[in-house]
């Protein structure tokens, strides 16, 4: 079936590394949303069954399972989501401003995938250093390389100061009063922004710098990892 639609097995193994990596990844994201609120007094994401690591909790049937599957179906690039976390800052206690809580629990997720990003890279160091060879298990240290890079792009994509994205409650924070409809305009607006950044080209244009310095860290980690990665995704 898969031949009939013009998809090699290498197209379906690197789709189907990429779901389970999205949804590892994305349930540790909203995860850390929900334990910072929680911890700032907001019942509820614990109400909500949010206050845990299993993907299924978190997973998006369209953002983390649909739209990855069809995009490898269809060489489109892999992209995903994971299912937002409900929050009422009115719950948050007084040792922190609405605002600044709103932006604390934002900051988490990415801060999540920062350091699911590091885990990574120091466990391929771990393992390097005592031996193992990359190009031996090129399967592995390639799906380690991806969850890698997968979640620097979470980060970086989520850190973009524009509504609904983490980055855009982190702004509302860091602007001065005065500078509230910065604020209102990119609350209205966001996803327009968004959408057009997608569509023109232009958020690859600002992620690939980053990515690119990722990429490069990996190879000053060891070189047979980004090999390893490298064969995966494009080979």
């Not at 934002?106 to 995938?113: D, I, Q, T």
């Not at 524009?162 to 602007?175: R, S």
């Not at 980053?210 to 060891?222: P, Q």
Request: proline content about 6%; glycine content about 10%; charged content about 10%.
């Amino acid at each position: 079936m898969f031949g009939l639609l013009g998809v090699q097995a290498a197209d379906v193994r690197r789709m189907l590394v990429f779901v389970v990596c999205l949804v590892l990844a994305t349930a540790v994201h909203e995860f850390a949303h929900a334990y910072s609120a929680d911890r700032l007094g907001d019942p509820t994401p614990g109400r909500e069954g949010r206050l845990t690591l299993n993907p299924l909790a978190h997973a998006d049937p369209v953002g983390t399972i649909a739209l990855p599957l069809f995009a490898g179906l269809t060489h489109a690039p892999l992209f995903g989501w994971g299912r937002p976390v409900n929050t009422q800052p009115r719950y948050y206690n007084r040792k922190v401003s609405m605002r600044g809580g709103m932006a604390l629990v934002a900051f988490a997720g990415p801060l999540s995938n920062i350091l699911q990003a590091l885990l990574v890279a120091g466990l391929v160091l771990g393992l390097t250093t005592a031996g193992v060879n990359p190009a031996a298990h090129m399967s592995v240290f390639g799906v380690l390389g991806l969850f890698f890079i997968l979640n620097v792009t979470l980060a970086v994509f989520n850190l973009l100061p524009v509504h609904p994205l983490d980055g855009g409650k982190v702004l509302a924070w860091l602007l001065p009063s005065s500078a509230q409809s910065v604020d209102d305009f990119l609350a209205k607006w966001g996803w327009a922004i968004l959408l057009a950044l997608l569509l023109s080209g232009l958020l690859a244009v600002i992620l690939r710098p980053l990515l690119t310095l990722a990429e490069h860290g990996m190879a000053l980690v060891d070189a047979r990892w980004f090999n390893a990665y490298v064969d995966l995704m494009w080979r």
